[in-house]
């Protein structure tokens, strides 16, 4: 049966998402195992995050020389490459690190792709693939995360004997996607053209606007991961990084099915909704650790993924539609800088406060408030500008 490029696609980023959220919960493994502790968890995700920021200008660059098909295949060896390090015992960190260059090429060629022929045709069926690239990605996530649990607990050598299947098979369909076309860009004086086309594309507002509303979006994910894994072990009374696992997949069903629904729920043709979905996120998040109970606990990580899964899929639509100022390949490599940098700086700034004696469930109601404002900001934005896209 032939499978068509999308599905091709779909198949490629599961598997490699898949793997990158399981090979985060056998680090959790092995940080635990060596004592490490808890603090030491937000060092290794800081060290990936640090990875993309770093690389983002030069993968701007290769995003374009080179046929994104190709960046997917490149970027799953150096994912191998991380994984087959934790697995001889190199430090986490470092190990974690090199995972995370192989996820900064591999970004941009997942969503810019999509903007090629062989895969959308118009701008609904580009926001289509985008729900559909988010739905499989957060069901990778989901899955991901509680196998990558189960396993390490298990058998940490049977996790990553798995995860390094996973990344060889998304490595395949990789290799068997359709080449687009490539731009003759240099990598002279490469900061400085990163920072002319982030000067370029954030003069357009729209652009500007679903930066914000996407980076926010992913930094308060990334701190909200961060205060799950510390806080439910000791305030729900739960040990095992499996158990762990099960509550941060609650948040990726809803993340999912959020993304699924987004096109019903947020048309193109109109984003006034945004504030309601964004601002939900918000609330949400500062309320998820003020109620140490089993049962809220999973109603409020489900109701904070699927709000922020509505919320996040028009902005990557709307910021991929508009990056043709600069080109498909680097306004995703500067979406992913931004991304990161934020998920950086948060993931400091949550660790930070942890080492001063400041509470989970404070910092968590700092973030939410944050995260709300900035969504009341980005919905502002959009509305007193009149900015849409037509379907």
């Known amino acids: 049966m032939k ?42 995700q800081a060290s990936f995050f640090f990875s993309y920021v770093l690389l983002a200008p030069y ?11 190709k960046l997917l295949w490149v970027g799953n060896l150096f994912k191998l490459l991380g994984a087959i390090c934790l697995l001889i015992g190199v430090n986490p960190a470092v190990a974690y690190a090199i995972v995370g260059v192989g996820a900064c090429i591999y970004s941009p060629g997942k969503y810019a792709i999509l903007q090629e022929k062989a895969y959308t045709r118009t701008p609904q069926e580009l926001y289509r693939a985008n729900g559909l690239i988010e739905g499989s990605t957060i069901v990778a996530i989901l899955i991901g995360t509680i196998i990558g649990g189960f396993l390490s607990t298990s058998s940490f050598l049977l996790a990553m004997v798995v995860i390094l299947s996973c990344y060889m098979v998304s490595f395949m369909f990789a290799w068997i996607l359709p080449n687009g076309e490539v731009s003759n860009v ?3 004086h490469t900061w400085k053209h990163f920072g002319q086309d982030i000067v370029s594309l954030i003069h357009v507002q729209k652009s500007k606007s679903a930066l914000l509303g996407t980076s926010s979006f992913w ?61 939900g996120m918000g609330l949400t998040v500062a309320m998820v650790c003020l109620f140490p109970h089993m049962v809220l606990t999973v109603v409020i990580l489900f ?35 931004f991304e990161n940098l934020m998920m950086f700086t948060g993931t400091l700034v949550f660790t930070g406060l942890m080492k001063v004696g400041i509470s989970i469930p404070i ?29």
């Not at 399981?22 to 502790?37: E, S, W």
């Not at 919320?311 to 991929?320: D, V």
């Not at 910092?363 to 900015?387: E, L, R, W």
């Open 3 to 44: 499978i068509s490029p999308l599905n091709r696609l779909l198949i490629t980023q599961f598997l490699s998402a898949m793997a990158d959220n399981a090979i985060l919960m056998a680090t959790l493994h092995v940080i635990i195992q060596n004592q490490l502790g808890s603090v030491y968890l937000g060092i290794v």
């Open 59 to 69: 993968v701007s660059v290769l995003s374009e020389r080179i046929p994104k098909a």
């Open 186 to 188: 240099s990598f002279r």
């Open 219 to 279: 930094m308060t994910s990334s701190v909200l991961r961060l205060a799950m894994l510390s806080w439910i072990p000791l305030a729900l009374h739960l040990s095992g990084e499996d158990k762990s696992s099960l509550f941060m997949g609650i948040s990726a069903i809803g993340i999912m099915i959020g993304a699924v629904l987004s096109p019903r729920l947020i048309p193109l043709s109109t984003l006034k909704r945004l504030l309601l979905f964004g601002g």
């Open 303 to 337: 109701f904070a993924g699927f709000f922020g899964g509505v919320y996040m899929i028009p902005l990557n639509t709307i910021l991929q539609e508009s990056g043709g100022v600069v080109g498909t390949g680097k306004t995703i490599a500067i979406q992913n800088f």
């Open 363 to 391: 910092i968590m109601v700092g973030f939410g408030i944050t995260f709300f404002f900035i969504a009341f900001y980005v919905k502002h934005d959009y509305v007193s500008s009149k900015n849409s896209i037509k379907p």
